[in-house]
């Protein structure tokens, strides 16, 4: 290996982030930095350093505490905070291992969206439709495009109802949401503190689980791929599969059907549980509600005109939301868990569309009514996984047409047999 293989390295990286299709992926550029990080590595290299990613480039989402820089978390509110005195602790677990942070990715602003627009910022289009301006997902949406540009070969981000599965989804990529627990937050922005977990977009599911590895808390146990005739999934019929788009729909099933030609066992059922979900959201949100509390000082100091409209607009929703609503939600959350968890206890893993529809022009966007039901539905099968506290991972239908995701979801605390299976499941769908 060359002597200076992380300069080089990161010089690639930071060449490819200044290609035009990059633009508005970043909220804040490290290219110094960085390069005096690689010059280190490279020197920690010769000195036979054990970092297991010494000098390779990742990028980290704009909610993530870095020393002596604000968190914006994509807004305009905060671009004069107090700078951390310390990284989020993901972060320093980051370094230690060897990575290079090139740069923090944009988002929806406060992470309050699944379709990834920016006002501030700009949004960086989806790199799967070149010429077009599609939308990338949200809100973990710079994240997305820098590892689908190839400018990382992973990113770090935050999912509270789907924002690193949705971009992985819509960009054709892997996304992998832990159990909410499995990755400390310290150092995050929060959005919900009920919901919020830090998460993983990749190429692959080994990319992610090699980066779940490097973020967790505790280790967890070996992980081995499990045979193909050894998996039970159960394709969840309703809820999740209303209103898929019929792009959605064919690619999805011929995953299916390529599954269970592969060995894998899958078994249709139905959750009623899930039909239930609206409802139980109707009076209150855990998103919105905590959202209002933490933004509540700064509403209050006449500081609501540096927000995005759009995402204002969700989180004044959470001023009017009632403690005994929210008292409520949170017994019909954990009433709903332990319903489903029996009901899946006997399977590996669930099993639907990602999002239901392939990626919009952001120009479809434009009208108020349209935004709020796309981001609606965008957001509808992903938050399963955040409500029912599990973990789960999007990874990409094989087609020759638009991206469309698939997603595997696993009960809470099941992360590591989630990733065997998956592994599993990916290797099939690429024809091993």
Not at 224 to 241: D, F, K
Request: aromatic content about 6%; glycine content about 8%.
């Amino acid at each position: 290996m060359s002597a200076h293989a992380s300069r080089a390295a990161i010089d690639a990286a930071l060449m490819r982030a200044d290609q035009p299709e990059a633009e508005g992926v970043f909220t804040l550029r490290l290219d110094k930095e960085a390069r005096a990080f690689a010059e280190a590595a490279d020197a920690r290299r010769a000195a036979r350093s054990r970092a297991p990613f010494l000098g390779v480039p990742i990028t980290v989402k704009d909610n993530f505490d870095l020393m002596g820089h604000p968190t914006t978390a994509g807004s305009r509110l905060l671009a004069d905070a107090p700078p951390p005195r310390q990284d989020a602790a993901v972060l320093e677990r980051l370094r230690r291992a060897g990575f290079i942070i090139i740069g923090r990715t944009n988002m929806t602003e406060f992470a309050f969206s699944g379709l990834g627009l920016n006002p501030h910022f700009g949004t960086p289009a989806n790199p799967a439709f070149p010429g077009e301006r599609r939308i990338p997902g949200g809100s973990s949406s710079g994240a997305a495009v820098s590892v689908a540009l190839g400018i990382v070969p992973a990113a770090i981000g935050t999912d509270t109802g789907g924002s690193v599965r949705i971009p992985a989804a819509l960009c054709g990529l892997s996304g992998f949401k832990p159990t909410a627990d499995a990755v400390t937050r310290a150092g995050v922005l929060p959005l919900s503190t009920t919901l919020d977990s830090v998460g993983v977009i990749a190429k692959s599911v080994a990319d992610c689980a090699a980066l779940f590895d490097v973020i967790r808390d505790r280790a967890g146990p070996p992980r081995h791929p499990m045979p193909a005739r050894r998996i039970r999934l159960g394709l969840v019929r309703n809820y999740v599969m209303d209103g898929i788009e019929p792009a959605v729909a064919d690619a999805f099933e011929a995953a299916v059907a390529r599954i269970e030609a592969g060995g894998i066992a899958i078994e249709r059922i139905t959750l009623p549980e899930l039909d239930g979900i609206p409802a139980m959201m109707r009076e209150a949100s855990f998103a919105a509600a905590e959202t209002a509390a933490w933004h509540a000082p700064y509403l209050a100091a006449g500081r609501s005109d540096a927000y995005d409209p759009r995402v204002l607009t969700r989180i004044r929703a959470g001023e009017t939301m009632a403690a005994p609503a929210y008292v409520a939600l949170v017994a019909a959350r954990a009433a709903m868990i332990e319903a489903v968890g029996a009901k899946v206890a006997g399977l590996d893993a669930l099993l639907w569309p990602t999002v239901p529809f392939v990626a919009p022009t952001i120009a479809t966007l434009a009208d108020d009514d349209t935004y709020y039901a796309t981001n609606a539905l965008a957001l509808r099968n992903s938050t399963v996984a955040n409500l029912l506290d599990g973990c789960a991972i999007s990874i990409p239908c094989p087609t020759d047409g638009p991206p469309v995701g698939l997603t595997l979801a696993a009960l809470s605390g099941r992360d590591d047999h989630l990733l065997s299976v998956s592994a599993t499941v990916q290797t099939v769908l690429k024809g091993g």
